[in-house]
């Protein structure tokens, strides 16, 4: 009988392979805000509170960042293809959970696990590229794979607010049951391993994180990572606010606008790619950062002023696509400081990412919705941790390290 442990392991990168690992990578993300329309529905039914339906959203968040912890130093030990097998089917069984749960209860529970299966496929995609990719080729496929999968959490909501009208939540809910099973199919079906037994780890699983936190020039540009996506998370979060109630457009326009900014976050990804063939990935990162602190600063600077709030479109639409430059590239730069603990640096990527997002959502509506002024004293402080980081890698390694 064929067993898929025993396919000839992958050796390089293919148009049919980045496909794959660009759906493993959006799927998590896809997880995320898919059902975010069906809150008011969920509401409803399951008798809670919004704050207790969010719980929800937190629990899956929760599980995203500690599951790449797990799931890297897991593959950088044992192999890309077994953990990201036994993830994906963990993701099947939960997304199932959470479709059947018959309270809000047990629907946490099963988002949390649901988080943790899905960060396989996000953490271990990174560390397959990495794998099979170095210099300008390894800038290029993380640009196209970080520009595919962000395409996920942009069209999720409109998406899920159709089928939710059709389905009702549990329906979301069952699509994405759906999708986890895709993904186990192509994981099973098209994988292989990427990681010869003679590059893997032999010492205690989580040694690798150790391993890579301790290497200076990748910690810097793992704080660059996460304050970069910082940024971008504090847009997403206030975006809402910022454009119908300061700017006064209606929800439609809100709507058009944010596709604006996101097709300039996703054709930047695109140049980018481009770019990496010509130009050094860091000569890039350290121009987009440039630009996403001016454009920040640029946001703060409109807003204690009397300048008409509409002006804010510029500054953001350009900081937004700056992300594009920086994030593809970064995680190039990072990984390839790491070499075989490529798991294990992608798990520290994606935990930060996702623990920053966490942390600066909330901040941006401290002074209600009415002022877009934490969201920019955010963008700004999150983009100078973003140029003091790019700084940071400058400097020497100690010896050995």
Same mark, same amino acid.
């Given at each position: 009988?064929?067993?898929?442990?025993?396919?000839?392991?992958?050796?390089?990168?293919?148009?049919?392979?980045?496909?794959?690992?660009?759906?493993?990578?959006?799927?998590?993300?896809?997880?995320?805000?898919?059902?975010?329309?069906?809150?008011?529905?969920?509401?409803?039914?399951?008798?809670?509170?919004?704050?207790?339906?969010?719980?929800?959203?937190?629990?899956?968040?929760?599980?995203?960042?500690?599951?790449?912890?797990?799931?890297?130093?897991?593959?950088?030990?044992?192999?890309?293809?077994?953990?990201?097998?036994?993830?994906?089917?963990?993701?099947?069984?939960?997304?199932?959970?959470?479709?059947?749960?018959?309270?809000?209860?047990?629907?946490?529970?099963?988002?949390?696990?649901?988080?943790?299966?899905?960060?396989?496929?996000?953490?271990?995609?990174?560390?397959?590229?990495?794998?099979?990719?170095?210099?300008?080729?390894? /800038?290029? +496929? %993380?640009?196209? #794979? @970080?520009?595919?999968?962000?395409?996920? =959490?942009? &069209?999720?909501?409109?998406?899920? *607010?159709?089928?939710?009208?059709?389905?009702?939540?549990?329906?979301?809910?069952?699509?994405?049951?759906?999708?986890?099973?895709?993904?186990?199919?192509?994981?099973?079906?098209?994988?292989?391993?990427?990681?010869?037994?003679?590059?893997?780890?032999?010492?205690?699983?989580?040694?690798?994180?150790?391993?890579?936190?301790?290497?200076?020039?990748?910690?810097?540009?793992?704080?660059?990572? /996460?304050? +970069? %996506?910082?940024? #971008? @998370?504090?847009?997403?979060?206030?975006? =809402?606010? &910022?454009?119908?109630?300061?700017? *006064?457009?209606?929800?439609?326009?809100?709507?058009?606008?944010?596709?604006?900014?996101?097709?300039?976050?996703?054709?930047?990804?695109?140049?980018?790619?481009?770019?990496?063939?010509?130009?050094?990935?860091?000569?890039?990162?350290?121009?987009?950062?440039?630009?996403?602190?001016?454009?920040?600063?640029?946001?703060?600077?409109?807003?204690?002023?009397?300048?008409?709030?509409?002006?804010? /479109?510029?500054?953001?639409?350009?900081?937004?696509?700056?992300?594009?430059?920086?994030?593809?590239?970064?995680?190039?730069?990072?990984?390839?400081?790491?070499?075989?603990?490529?798991?294990?640096?992608?798990?520290?990527?994606?935990?930060?990412?996702?623990?920053?997002?966490?942390?600066?959502?909330?901040?941006?509506?401290?002074?209600?919705?009415?002022?877009?002024?934490?969201?920019?004293?955010?963008?700004?402080?999150?983009?100078?941790?973003?140029?003091?980081?790019?700084?940071?890698?400058?400097?020497?390694?100690?010896?050995?390290?």
């Amino acid at each position: 009988m064929f067993s898929p442990f025993r396919r000839k392991p992958v050796t390089a990168m293919t148009t049919g392979l980045l496909l794959v690992l660009a759906l493993l990578s959006a799927t998590g993300p896809f997880a995320t805000d898919l059902y975010l329309p069906s809150f008011p529905a969920m509401t409803d039914e399951l008798k809670a509170s919004a704050t207790a339906v969010q719980l929800t959203l937190t629990a899956f968040l929760l599980g995203m960042g500690t599951g790449q912890l797990v799931f890297g130093p897991l593959s950088d030990r044992y192999g890309r293809f077994r953990p990201l097998l036994l993830g994906s089917a963990g993701f099947v069984v939960a997304s199932a959970a959470c479709a059947l749960a018959p309270n809000l209860a047990v629907l946490v529970a099963a988002r949390l696990v649901q988080g943790l299966c899905a960060s396989a496929g996000v953490v271990i995609a990174r560390a397959m590229v990495a794998d099979l990719t170095t210099g300008a080729t390894s /800038a290029r +496929t %993380f640009s196209l #794979l @970080m520009t595919i999968g962000g395409v996920a =959490p942009v &069209v999720a909501p409109t998406v899920g *607010g159709l089928l939710a009208e059709h389905l009702g939540w549990r329906g979301v809910l069952w699509v994405l049951a759906g999708l986890a099973l895709l993904m186990f199919v192509c994981v099973a079906g098209v994988l292989a391993e990427s990681q010869p037994r003679s590059h893997r780890s032999s010492g205690p699983v989580l040694a690798g994180l150790k391993g890579v936190v301790a290497n200076r020039k990748f910690r810097g540009y793992a704080v660059l990572f /996460a304050s +970069t %996506f910082g940024v #971008l @998370m504090a847009y997403i979060s206030a975006s =809402p606010f &910022v454009y119908q109630n300061l700017m *006064g457009i209606t929800a439609s326009a809100y709507g058009l606008a944010f596709g604006l900014n996101a097709m300039g976050l996703v054709g930047a990804g695109f140049i980018s790619a481009r770019l990496a063939r010509r130009i050094p990935p860091r000569k890039t990162v350290t121009v987009a950062v440039s630009v996403l602190l001016t454009m920040s600063v640029a946001v703060l600077a409109l807003s204690v002023s009397a300048a008409p709030p509409q002006l804010l /479109a510029v500054p953001i639409f350009f900081a937004a696509s700056s992300v594009g430059f920086i994030m593809g590239n970064t995680t190039s730069l990072a990984l390839a400081e790491v070499g075989l603990a490529a798991g294990s640096g992608s798990a520290v990527l994606g935990a930060g990412q996702f623990f920053a997002g966490a942390l600066v959502s909330p901040l941006t509506g401290l002074a209600g919705k009415e002022s877009a002024v934490p969201l920019a004293i955010i963008m700004t402080l999150s983009a100078l941790l973003a140029v003091a980081a790019l700084v940071a890698t400058r400097t020497r390694s100690a010896p050995g390290r």
